[in-house]
């Protein structure tokens, strides 16, 4: 079992920064797969990012692309989201979601149903 908590969220203009952070209790979180997704509004919950455990691969979601990086530090226990050149499209609860089993995450990284811990939320304004 594992908890997992957001943080970092808040309201930026267009153009500035954020880092998420997710941080988990447990032991064994150094060998789940993190990603992170977000939700505004009226629209469903979307895949943004994922890392596996061993941080050497990551997936992104077209649209964030060149201006999101997610990382981990094992050690702290916490994976980041650094956002950079934000948009107000990218306004959104953010949730961090943990996935202990590498074969269930593979099936689909960018996949809601994929994980089995969720965070609960952070979130994030952008302003124009």
């Known amino acids: 079992q594992v908890q997992l908590v957001e943080s970092g969220g808040g309201l930026v203009q267009a153009g500035g920064s954020l880092r998420l952070s997710c941080a988990a209790s447990?032991?064994?979180?150094?060998?789940?797969?993190v990603g992170w997704f977000r939700q505004a509004p009226g629209k469903e919950r979307e895949f943004v990012a994922s890392?596996?455990?061993?941080?050497?691969?990551?997936y992104y979601t077209d649209s964030v692309k060149g201006r999101f990086t997610i990382s981990r530090d094992t050690a702290k226990n916490t994976v980041y989201l650094q956002m950079n050149s934000l948009k107000p499209e990218d306004t959104a609860v953010y949730y961090c979601?943990?996935?202990?089993?590498?074969?269930?995450?593979?099936?689909?990284?960018?996949?809601?149903?994929?994980?089995?811990?969720w965070g609960q939320g952070t979130q994030v304004t952008v302003s124009s």
């Open positions: 890392i596996n455990w061993s941080g050497s691969i990551t």
């Open positions: 447990g032991r064994t979180f150094g060998r789940y797969a």
């Open positions: 979601a943990a996935q202990p089993n590498d074969l269930e995450y593979y099936k689909d990284p960018w996949g809601v149903p994929r994980y089995d811990y």
